[in-house]
T-cell receptor, first 112, second 115 residues
Framework: NAGVTQTPKFQVLKTGQSMTLQCAQDMNHNSMYWYRQDPGMGLRLIYYSASEGTTDKGEVPNGYNVSRLNKREFSLRLESAAPSQTSVYFC???????????FGDGTRLSIL | AQTVTQSQPEMSVQEAETVTLSCTYDTSESDYYLFWYKQPPSRQMILVIRQEAYKQQNATENRFSVNFQKAAKSFSLKISDSQLGDAAMYFCAYVDRIGDDKIIFGKGTRLHILP
């Protein structure tokens, strides 16, 4: 059981570079989410997708774009990376809102 | 907007003792779901327990139980017989039963287990 797979696990970028974080789930879940985790800030929702073909902004969407490519995949793009986007990024999925979220292992992203 | 507050950034408990982690939330909704997640040093996020707001009975999962006080908007997690493996960050989370699918997390409480 792969669950939620995120790639890459680590990445270092220079300011201004672009990058796409990939996420795929094999549990046939409708909802998918992108979070960032910073020390002392908990998990903050960047974007989410309640179903294939829909995406909505979360708490901190500025500087990011997402694509729900199909039911399995939900990617997060940084068009012009900034040092403030240095963080650990988590992708998650769930079948329904009253069900637990399944998380990927996270991507540690550093912007120099 | 809904908010989730965990007022204890860090806590420590002696092994085998009981500890309670606090969580309060703010919402104008009457029906919602609440969760506690655990994040050990491995960084994996693991569901500990969940509660449906319309259920009066407090949820229990083995050594983990909640004290859900709907009127007070409080959702604390009690860990009994603490074990070294319980050392982790614990996050409280909230989501509406209807409406948008946003899940709101608290900032977390780091729990240390003292041998």
């Amino acid at each position: 059981n792969a669950g939620v797979t995120q790639t890459p696990k680590f990445q270092v970028l220079k300011t201004g570079q672009s990058m796409t974080l990939q996420c795929a789930q094999d549990m046939n879940h409708n909802s998918m989410y992108w979070y960032r985790q910073d020390p002392g800030m908990g998990l903050r929702l960047i974007y989410y997708s309640a179903s294939e073909g829909t995406t909505d902004k979360g708490e901190v969407p500025n500087g990011y774009n997402v694509s729900r490519l199909n039911k399995r995949e939900f990617s997060l793009r940084l068009e012009s990376a900034a040092p403030s986007q240095t963080s650990v990024y988590f992708c998650a999925s769930s079948s329904r809102r009253n069900q637990p979220q399944h998380f990927g292992d996270g991507t540690r992203l550093s912007i120099l | 907007a809904q908010t989730v507050t965990q007022s204890q950034p860090e806590m420590s408990v002696q092994e085998a003792e009981t500890v309670t982690l606090s969580c309060t939330y703010d919402t104008s909704e009457s029906d919602y779901y609440l969760f506690w997640y655990k994040q050990p040093p491995s960084r994996q996020m693991i569901l500990v327990i969940r509660q449906e707001a319309y259920k009066q009975q407090n949820a229990t999962e083995n050594r983990f139980s909640v004290n859900f006080q709907k009127a007070a908007k409080s959702f604390s997690l009690k860990i009994s017989d603490s074990q070294l493996g319980d050392a982790a960050m614990y996050f409280c989370a909230y989501v509406d039963r209807i409406g948008d699918d946003k899940i709101i997390f608290g900032k977390g409480t780091r729990l240390h287990i003292l041998p």
